[in-house]
C-alpha cells in the first residue's frame, strides 16, 4: 500500500459529537491513532483524511498531525479517492481506505485494502477485507498502521 485514507467521524473518533452551550461541535481524537499514522508515513505511505463533514475542527487535526491531503464535505468519497490516485500517480490497488459507515462504500469497494473498524456499520464489514479489533475512535487506525507497516516489514 502506498496511501492509506481515512474517514473522520467514527473512524478517528468515537462517532460522538459534543455540543457546547454555544453551539459549538466537538470531537475527540485518539493519539495513539495519530502516532499511527506519523509512523505509516515515515514507513513511505501517504496519508489523506476523506470526510463527508466539512469540519474547522478536522482541518486543525490534519495540520496538527501534517497531513495535507484533506477532502472535508466529501459527499463521494470515491471520487476523492479517484483524485488522490491522480494526484499521487497511484493505482486505486495501492490505496488502503478506513471506513465505518455507508457513505464510505464506493470507496471501500474499489481499493487494494478496504478496512472497517470494529463497530461498523454491518454492510461495511461485509465489503471490508480487514475488519479492526478495535472501535473506531479506539485504536482502530493505529492497529491499520501498524499491519500496513509490519507488511512492509518496517516495525521498528
Do not use: W
Amino acid at each position: 500500500m502506498r496511501l492509506l485514507c481515512v474517514d473522520v467521524d467514527g473512524v478517528l473518533t468515537d462517532a460522538g459529537m459534543y455540543y457546547g452551550p454555544d453551539g459549538e461541535v466537538l470531537k475527540k481524537f485518539n493519539t495513539r491513532d495519530g502516532m499511527g499514522m506519523a509512523r505509516v508515513r515515515a514507513a513511505g505511505v501517504a496519508v489523506a483524511i476523506i470526510s463527508g463533514e466539512d469540519s474547522a475542527i478536522v482541518h486543525a487535526r490534519a495540520a496538527k498531525l501534517q497531513i495535507d491531503d484533506v477532502f472535508c464535505g466529501a459527499s463521494d468519497k470515491l471520487a476523492a479517492v479517484v483524485e488522490l490516485c491522480s494526484r499521487h500517480g497511484l493505482q486505486h490497488s495501492e490505496v488502503a481506505f478506513v471506513g465505518d459507515d455507508l457513505n464510505d462504500l464506493s470507496a471501500l469497494a474499489q481499493v487494494g485494502l478496504a478496512c472497517a473498524v470494529s463497530d461498523a456499520a454491518e454492510p461495511v464489514q461485509q465489503v471490508a477485507h480487514y475488519v479492526t479489533r478495535r472501535r473506531g475512535g479506539d485504536g482502530a487506525v493505529r492497529e491499520v498502521c501498524e499491519l500496513l507497516i509490519a507488511a512492509q516489514g518496517d516495525g521498528d
